[in-house]
């Protein structure tokens, strides 16, 4: 971090209809909030300079975030909580800002730190026998492999490596809920839904839709998770 | 009457579909109004991320919003995943803002860029559960109002609108709105309705005006009724600075084309190109004053967050002040890392001045249009463009950092020959050669010079009007001299797909009895037909067939100036016997000089529609 620069780590969530954006979407909009909220950000050096802006791991077209992070370098300090109003003010609602924090220059960036993610999974009961979903989802996870066809190549997971947390299920107000945590490595990290829809067609489900939400991401530093803030 | 809010039907849809940020709204600036008395939408008849790059559209929604009890939103054509998904389980054309069925609205307005688009018109229609056709639309469907640039040969799509509204839309929409609230509010029947309409000035009612043809098919006539006038003159705004530019417009989450923030600097284009449409109909020149430009870019870029301004025209560098704007801007800017762009510059050292003073570091790219390879034919297109300067204004280029540069140049123009066409290759050659020499050597790597062949659409209210295009085994053979002549190495070339050229042709040129052609073709399937992937020619042919159309006697074969034009009732305020002089001229080479630089050239636009060029300053010869 250049000297005069204050690292400010922003909490957003993606919500609402602001779900179907996918990653390239949201942080150019997220960087047009900053502008429009005049914040005083830094600008990269070199032949073709751009605002100083790093976003955590990216999160796939339908899926919505809970707890989302981005870090902007700006060149004057104002309290967080001020740059916090001025963004709210000028982000559209469903990518609204939640918190902000100024981190040190030597944390380590968002992309790279953060090793799990929770997500929750929910699926209509009117669409989805609850019963017959959780042991087709059982019989996979025993399985320990989950394998992905994804744009003509087939990917293969380790789901004792990939799950840092088996899938629970739940049913609640007509909803059946799968809350499930995965890790991120650096070759990119299972999608949920992919584990989600091997079961649906294992239990012989069709047409269900499936709302994925990523409810909490945590950086690991030695046994122990944290919150990015 | 009430809205139907059909988001809980879309929803579901959009876990199946590509770029669904297409059909979400929710962008910044996107206006909102729920209890409006009276409700129009506005359609672009392409996809989102098409559609969202027009200005125009952009300025009538902020006009209409801000108008009182009026209210505005937008609705595109699905892409073609979405509205079979929409038709599978019933759900009509919404708009974006509240999610309404487009039938719903009072008005539907829906722009006219290009003649590729005409399927989507009918997709459109459909789509929103609206009659195709004018005369089966009843006292419950909306308006259906057409404008924009196609507007000027309406007859092609006559019969699926209306009302269309020639020119431009500040003040004539508003018109038009005022007249068609009236009419609904004391109960008017549709006809009574429409004939109002035609009583607004620049309005065309397409039901009031019945062509006439000889016994071998020849158009005779075009006859007005119920009171319409005779000829539709366009509607021309006097004062640009009566009309402030949309600063706070809708900000797209989508990578949309031009997604950058816009701001137009100057209206209108004298420069004369004989076979320019845009030259013609946009007249006469009018610029806004460098202050309003400075306040209205930096209030666009503070309400949108945009990375990127463009200043926008037909010509930005013949604005009289332009090196102040941007040197103003440039101050303005600096340490933002926002960018300003112009488009397309004029052939001259000056042009490449300014896009130094604009880039700031970044050089992209610059395009230039020299249109035809050979003096004799510059001169015959009144293209005031020399060799000797362009091969200068890409010496000064290269030497300027750029890398890359982009010439236009057009086939099938009048009076051309193998030599003109060959001329481009010769021509080109010698660029490549300019800016070798001016590039260090261990930068010669990445020159790039890319050329971009399109065939002459011959456009109404053009002097070349009555010009055919050249047929499509001509334009195949003349892109095979073209070839020849190309040097080898280092040149990207590409054409525009002759048979493109050959439908936008014969749209261009045709009349009324096209409309059951277009109809045809979207029964059987053609839409998107801009998406070189979803164009088939093969369609087309097999529409024109069914109607019993020869295209080729449409896109192939002259008028005579004694002809009646199918759009010979619609007026841009440029009169016939200019448009005569200038075709003429093009046979004698003789140039016709801009009179926004000069004195009047004689076009009649500011007689005829009571306006005149409005500058910043002196525009001096560079």
């Given at each position: 971090?250049?000297?005069?620069?204050?690292?400010?780590?922003?909490?957003?969530?993606?919500?609402?209809?602001?779900?179907?954006?996918?990653?390239?979407?949201?942080?150019r909009?997220?960087?047009?909030?900053?502008?429009?909220?005049?914040?005083?950000?830094?600008?990269?050096?070199?032949?073709?300079?751009?605002?100083?802006?790093?976003?955590?791991?990216?999160?796939?077209?339908?899926?919505?975030?809970?707890?989302?992070?981005?870090?902007?370098?700006?060149?004057?300090?104002?309290?967080?909580?001020?740059?916090?109003?001025?963004?709210?003010?000028?982000?559209?609602?469903?990518?609204?800002?939640t918190?902000?924090?100024?981190?040190?220059?030597?944390?380590?960036s968002?992309?790279?730190?953060?090793?799990?993610?929770?997500?929750?999974?929910e699926?209509?009961?009117?669409?989805?026998?609850?019963?017959?979903?959780?042991?087709?989802?059982?019989?996979v996870?025993?399985?320990?492999?989950?394998t992905?066809?994804?744009?003509?190549?087939?990917?293969?997971?380790?789901?004792?490596?990939?799950?840092?947390?088996?899938?629970?299920?739940?049913?609640?107000?007509?909803?059946?809920?799968?809350?499930?945590?995965?890790?991120?490595?650096?070759?990119?990290?299972?999608?949920?839904?992919?584990?989600?829809?091997?079961?649906l067609?294992?239990?012989?489900?069709?047409?269900?839709?499936?709302?994925?939400?990523?409810?909490?991401?945590f950086?690991?530093?030695?046994?122990?998770?944290?919150?990015?803030? | 009457?009430?809205?139907?809010?059909?988001?809980?039907?879309?929803?579901?849809?959009?876990?199946?579909?590509?770029?669904?940020?297409?059909?979400?709204?929710?962008?910044?600036?996107?206006?909102?109004?729920v209890?409006?008395?009276?409700?129009?939408?506005?359609i672009?008849?392409?996809?989102?991320?098409?559609?969202?790059?027009?200005?125009?559209?952009?300025?009538?929604?902020?006009?209409?919003?801000?108008?009182?009890?009026?209210?505005?939103e937008?609705?595109?054509?699905?892409?073609?995943?979405m509205?079979?998904?929409?038709?599978?389980?019933?759900?009509?054309?919404?708009?974006?803002?509240?999610?309404?069925?487009?039938?719903?609205?009072?008005?539907?307005?829906?722009?006219?860029?290009?003649?590729?688009?005409?399927?989507?018109?009918?997709?459109?229609?459909?789509?929103?559960?609206?009659?195709l056709?004018?005369?089966?639309?009843?006292?419950?469907?909306?308006?259906?109002?057409?404008?924009?640039?196609?507007?000027?040969?309406p007859?092609?799509?006559?019969p699926?609108?209306?009302?269309?509204?020639?020119?431009?839309?500040?003040?004539?929409?508003?018109?038009?709105?005022?007249?068609?609230?009236?009419?609904?509010?004391?109960?008017?029947?549709?006809?009574?309705?429409?004939?109002?309409?035609?009583?607004?000035?620049g309005?065309?009612?397409?039901?009031l005006?019945?062509?006439?043809?000889?016994d071998?098919?020849?158009?005779?006539?075009?006859?007005?009724?119920?009171?319409?006038?005779?000829?539709?003159?366009?509607?021309?705004?006097?004062?640009?600075?009566?009309h402030?530019?949309?600063?706070?417009?809708?900000?797209?989450?989508?990578?949309?084309?031009?997604?950058?923030?816009?701001?137009?600097?100057?209206?209108?284009?004298?420069?004369?190109?004989?076979?320019?449409?845009?030259?013609?109909?946009?007249?006469?020149?009018?610029?806004?004053?460098?202050?309003?430009?400075?306040?209205?870019?930096?209030?666009?870029?503070?309400?949108?967050?945009?990375?990127?301004?463009?200043?926008?025209?037909?010509?930005?560098?013949d604005?009289?002040?332009?090196?102040?704007?941007l040197?103003?801007?440039?101050?303005?800017?600096?340490?933002?890392?926002?960018?300003?762009?112009?488009?397309?510059?004029?052939?001259?050292?000056?042009?490449?001045?300014?896009?130094?003073?604009?880039?700031?570091?970044?050089?992209?790219?610059?395009?230039?249009?020299?249109?035809?390879?050979?003096?004799?034919?510059?001169?015959?297109?009144n293209?005031?463009?020399?060799?000797?300067?362009?091969?200068?204004?890409?010496?000064?280029?290269?030497?300027?950092?750029?890398?890359?540069?982009?010439?236009?140049?057009?086939?099938?123009?009048?009076?051309?020959?193998?030599?003109?066409?060959r001329?481009?290759?010769?021509?080109?050659?010698?660029v490549?050669?300019?800016a070798?020499?001016?590039?260090?050597?261990?930068?010669?790597?990445?020159?790039?010079?890319?050329?971009?062949?399109?065939?002459?659409?011959?456009?109404?209210h053009?002097?070349?009007?009555?010009?055919p295009?050249?047929?499509?085994?001509?334009?195949?053979?003349?892109?095979?001299?073209?070839?020849?002549s190309?040097?080898?190495?280092g040149?990207?070339?590409?054409?525009?797909?002759?048979?493109?050229?050959?439908?936008?042709?014969?749209?261009?040129?045709?009349?009324?009895?096209?409309?059951?052609?277009?109809?045809?073709?979207?029964?059987?399937?053609?839409?998107?037909?801009?998406?070189?992937?979803?164009?088939?020619?093969?369609?087309?042919?097999?529409?024109?067939?069914?109607?019993?159309?020869?295209?080729?006697?449409?896109?192939n074969?002259?008028?005579?100036?004694?002809?009646?034009?199918?759009?010979?009732?619609?007026?841009?305020?440029?009169?016939?016997?200019?448009?005569?002089?200038?075709?003429?001229?093009?046979?004698?080479?003789?140039?016709?000089?801009?009179?926004?630089?000069?004195?009047?050239?004689?076009?009649?636009?500011?007689?005829?529609?009571?306006?005149?060029?409005?500058?910043?300053?002196?525009?001096?010869?560079?």
């Amino acid at each position: 971090m250049a000297i005069g620069e204050f690292r400010l780590r922003i909490g957003y969530s993606k919500c609402g209809r602001a779900r179907f954006l996918s990653h390239l979407e949201v942080m150019r909009a997220l960087e047009r909030s900053a502008r429009r909220a005049q914040l005083a950000y830094a600008v990269t050096k070199g032949f073709s300079p751009h605002m100083k802006v790093a976003f955590g791991p990216a999160l796939p077209v339908g899926t919505a975030g809970d707890r989302e992070y981005f870090d902007i370098w700006l060149t004057a300090y104002s309290p967080a909580s001020d740059v916090m109003s001025d963004l709210i003010a000028a982000t559209p609602a469903d990518l609204a800002p939640t918190a902000a924090q100024y981190v040190g220059g030597k944390e380590p960036s968002l992309s790279a730190a953060i090793a799990v993610a929770e997500y929750r999974v929910e699926m209509d009961q009117s669409e989805v026998d609850e019963e017959q979903f959780r042991t087709a989802l059982d019989a996979v996870v025993a399985s320990g492999e989950l394998t992905v066809e994804q744009k003509k190549k087939t990917k293969v997971y380790d789901l004792t490596k990939s799950l840092s947390k088996e899938p629970s299920v739940k049913v609640d107000e007509g909803k059946v809920i799968v809350e499930m945590a995965v890790r991120m490595g650096p070759d990119g990290a299972m999608r949920p839904d992919a584990l989600i829809r091997t079961a649906l067609q294992r239990a012989h489900i069709a047409g269900a839709t499936v709302l994925v939400t990523r409810t909490d991401v945590f950086i690991e530093e030695g046994d122990v998770l944290r919150r990015p803030l | 009457m009430t809205h139907k809010d059909l988001w809980p039907s879309i929803e579901p849809l959009l876990a199946g579909v590509e770029r669904p940020a297409r059909y979400i709204d929710r962008e910044w600036g996107a206006a909102h109004s729920v209890d409006a008395d009276y409700r129009a939408v506005l359609i672009y008849p392409d996809t989102y991320e098409i559609g969202m790059a027009n200005q125009g559209l952009a300025i009538l929604y902020e006009r209409l919003n801000s108008t009182k009890d009026v209210a505005a939103e937008r609705a595109y054509v699905p892409w073609e995943d979405m509205s079979s998904a929409m038709r599978s389980v019933g759900v009509p054309l919404f708009s974006l803002e509240s999610c309404a069925p487009v039938s719903s609205f009072d008005l539907v307005g829906i722009t006219l860029p290009y003649e590729l688009t005409y399927s989507n018109v009918l997709e459109v229609l459909d789509l929103a559960d609206i009659p195709l056709r004018a005369c089966d639309r009843g006292d419950g469907d909306p308006l259906v109002l057409g404008g924009g640039p196609c507007a000027y040969n309406p007859e092609p799509v006559a019969p699926f609108f209306d009302a269309i509204l020639i020119g431009e839309g500040e003040e004539g929409l508003i018109d038009v709105v005022a007249a068609h609230r009236k009419a609904r509010d004391a109960g008017s029947s549709r006809s009574e309705m429409l004939r109002a309409l035609a009583q607004v000035h620049g309005v065309y009612v397409p039901s009031l005006y019945t062509p006439v043809y000889s016994d071998d098919g020849a158009l005779v006539s075009v006859e007005s009724s119920g009171g319409a006038p005779d000829k539709v003159s366009k509607r021309v705004v006097q004062d640009l600075s009566a009309h402030p530019v949309p600063t706070c417009p809708v900000v797209p989450f989508m990578d949309v084309v031009h997604d950058r923030a816009t701001v137009e600097i100057l209206r209108g284009c004298t420069r004369g190109c004989r076979f320019c449409q845009a030259g013609m109909v946009y007249r006469p020149v009018r610029e806004r004053p460098a202050d309003m430009i400075i306040h209205d870019v930096m209030e666009n870029l503070a309400c949108t967050g945009y990375e990127e301004v463009s200043l926008t025209s037909l010509s930005t560098t013949d604005h009289s002040q332009i090196e102040e704007i941007l040197r103003r801007l440039r101050r303005r800017l600096e340490g933002s890392a926002i960018s300003v762009s112009l488009p397309s510059l004029r052939v001259d050292r000056f042009g490449v001045s300014m896009a130094r003073l604009a880039s700031s570091g970044k050089k992209s790219g610059l395009t230039f249009a020299p249109e035809a390879g050979t003096q004799r034919l510059r001169d015959a297109i009144n293209k005031n463009v020399n060799e000797e300067e362009l091969l200068a204004t890409v010496e000064q280029a290269f030497q300027s950092g750029w890398r890359r540069v982009k010439l236009y140049f057009m086939i099938g123009l009048p009076t051309e020959t193998d030599e003109d066409v060959r001329g481009i290759g010769e021509m080109v050659t010698r660029v490549f050669a300019v800016a070798r020499a001016a590039v260090p050597p261990d930068q010669r790597g990445a020159i790039r010079v890319g050329i971009s062949v399109s065939t002459l659409v011959p456009k109404a209210h053009t002097p070349y009007q009555w010009e055919p295009q050249i047929s499509l085994e001509e334009v195949r053979r003349r892109q095979s001299v073209l070839r020849e002549s190309m040097p080898r190495k280092g040149v990207d070339l590409s054409w525009h797909d002759s048979d493109v050229s050959f439908l936008e042709a014969t749209m261009a040129r045709g009349g009324r009895q096209l409309s059951d052609v277009i109809e045809n073709a979207w029964r059987s399937g053609a839409r998107f037909d801009a998406w070189t992937e979803n164009y088939d020619l093969a369609v087309w042919r097999r529409a024109f067939d069914e109607a019993g159309i020869v295209p080729e006697s449409i896109a192939n074969q002259p008028f005579s100036f004694d002809d009646v034009l199918p759009w010979g009732h619609i007026s841009c305020g440029a009169s016939e016997t200019y448009l005569i002089r200038e075709r003429q001229r093009t046979d004698t080479g003789q140039l016709t000089e801009d009179c926004s630089f000069g004195g009047c050239t004689g076009c009649d636009v500011c007689d005829d529609l009571g306006v005149d060029v409005k500058l910043g300053g002196t525009r001096g010869h560079r």
